[in-house]
């Protein structure tokens, strides 16, 4: 609010105040996924603190910057992006602490109080700096963030986990943990579709704030005290969105007609916004809008919860933050171009048109299929003995396992096999792939490769149950004798004949995997 509100009394353009949504939005597309990734390497208190020192610090030197009377556009943009940083590495860091404060048995509350806290948020944040700014000034404003930020950082020091057991950090580096997201993602045709839903969605939403301030500032020429109030209202709508309208509608929608409804209203709002003209009607539909984008970015964000699997949740939790950023920050080009080129007007009737758009484009991409997903672990059984184990680190390590399929199940079998080979690279094999035998077509051996022993026990336990079905599934078409047994080897690395493979593997009896 102190920012937009510097920017436009240095006499910014409508081009300038729409690109501070992308300066603000533009630090979650670069750093959020490093940031998931580190959330789940490092000790969280300790990242907590260091990112609430970052934001003081940034706040303090645009405060700085206001007293001294040298803020320009540049310098605010700036101060924008510093915040924007602080906030993409807090924001993973943060949601993956709340079961280390709670505990498992509150965290559902928990989780719907931070919901409320946010909305809140949004309800008196703009109000109380609407009403500062007059009294103090953009400089004090400043001032005030940065002394939030230390009272934050001192509330985190004072923080005792609800598990007192010291922090461990997992197996993975941190080049594997990010690795292993972007794996995910590549290989999981359902987190795909989300993701491009919350790309649109946010360039959809990316037009309320990168628009509305060009609004209230330039056409409807609001005062500090009004423009808070604009945002403010967006607020309670996204309130109201969220405690009234959200659970019913859930009783009685499927959440792909959720997001196509609220993708209309939103389309609605932007029409109404371009024309309306009487302060009080346009607090109301900006009240609507933020009822919808709420809706919305819920059954989004649910139906992601749905298809990620634990072990990976942090790191595409901090993905779909990425992507809906990235698509605001686009779209804060997007439409401050629109606007200093053609008018806001069109701009926001621009953006209607896009919720049409986005509103088919959810018929085509539709989210229901996350019901009926189960990620519940359900790890492979035994898939044959083994005599001699390798150390942790040892690879890569190939399993291989002959099928015999009848003619009248090739079909099927292919079916299954193309599922599987998704299911084994995207748990954390680099390659997996299915030969036929050229003496006897029925035959066929399956190879996957991971790049250690530790991660071949890993991707064994990372199999949900309904994964688990496809493999069961499989052992169904097998027409040999006997059932297939699988086979693994430990590459060679070291082709010294001193350092045989005998002295890299331990003897064991009794271990069947």
């Excluded at 949601?95 to 709670?102: D, F, L, Y």
């Excluded at 984008?293 to 990425?322: C, F, K, Y």
């Excluded at 079909?411 to 690279?425: G, I, K, T, Y």
């Excluded at 336990?461 to 080897?489: C, N």
């Amino acid at each position: 609010m102190a920012a937009t509100w510097a920017m436009n009394s240095l006499g910014a353009s409508a081009f300038l105040l729409s690109i501070m949504s992308t300066f603000s939005t533009l630090p979650f597309f670069l750093f959020t996924l490093p940031a998931g990734a580190l959330a789940d390497l490092m000790d969280r208190r300790r990242l907590l603190r260091v990112f609430n020192c970052w934001l003081a610090i940034s706040a303090g030197l645009l405060a700085i910057c206001g007293f001294l009377n040298r803020l320009t556009p540049e310098i605010v943009l700036a101060g924008v992006f510093l915040l924007g940083i602080g906030f993409a590495f807090q924001a993973p860091v943060a949601s993956a602490a709340i079961p280390e404060i709670v505990g498992k048995e509150d965290l559902p509350s928990a989780t719907a109080l931070g919901g409320v806290q946010m909305n809140l948020a949004g309800i008196i944040g703009p109000a109380i700096g609407g009403l500062l700014i007059p009294l103090l000034g953009v400089s004090g404003v400043f001032t005030l963030n940065a002394a939030a930020f230390v009272l934050v950082f001192f509330a985190v020091s004072s923080w005792t986990r609800k598990d007192a057991a010291a922090f461990q950090p997992p197996l993975e580096s941190f080049f594997d943990s990010v690795i292993g997201a972007i794996r995910y993602m590549r290989y999981a045709p359902g987190v795909r579709v989300l993701l491009l839903r919350n790309l649109i969605f946010g360039i959809l939403i990316g037009a309320t704030p990168a628009l509305l301030p060009v609004v209230g500032l330039k056409v409807l020429h609001f005062d500090s005290v009004h423009l808070g109030f604009v945002f403010t209202c967006m607020g309670i709508g996204s309130l109201t969105g969220a405690i009234f309208i959200l659970e019913p509608a859930r009783k009685r929608l499927r959440p792909n007609q959720m997001t196509l409804l609220t993708g209309v209203v939103l389309a609605v709002s932007y029409a109404l916004m371009a024309v309306v003209r009487n302060p009080q009607v346009f607090l109301l539909v900006a009240a609507i809008a933020g009822a919808a984008w709420t809706i919305s970015a819920s059954e989004l964000w649910v139906a992601g919860q749905r298809v990620i699997p634990d072990w990976i949740r942090g790191r595409l939790n901090a993905t779909h933050m990425m992507v809906s950023q990235g698509g605001v920050s686009v779209a804060g080009i997007l439409w401050g171009v629109v606007a200093t080129t053609f008018g806001v007007q069109w701009a926001l009737i621009s953006a209607s048109a896009m919720g049409i758009l986005s509103a088919l484009a959810a018929k085509r991409l539709s989210i229901d299929f996350s019901t009926a997903v189960n990620l519940d672990p359900h790890p492979l059984p035994a898939l044959g003995p083994i005599h001699y184990l390798p150390e942790p680190e040892d690879g890569p390590i190939t399993t291989a396992m002959e099928i015999e399929v009848a003619p009248e199940n090739h079909v099927r079998f292919f079916q299954l096999m193309v599922q599987l080979r998704m299911v084994f690279l995207r748990n954390g094999a680099f390659n997996a792939r299915l030969d036929q035998d050229m003496t006897n077509p029925n035959l066929f051996r399956f190879y996957s490769m991971v790049r250690s022993w530790s991660e071949y026990e890993r991707v064994g336990q990372r199999i949900t149950r309904d994964e688990h079905a496809l493999w069961a599934e499989l052992w169904t078409l097998h027409a040999g004798p006997e059932m297939p047994v699988a086979k693994r080897y430990v590459g060679i690395q070291n082709w010294t004949p001193a350092e045989s493979l005998s002295s890299r593997l331990t003897p064991i009896s009794g271990v069947a995997r």
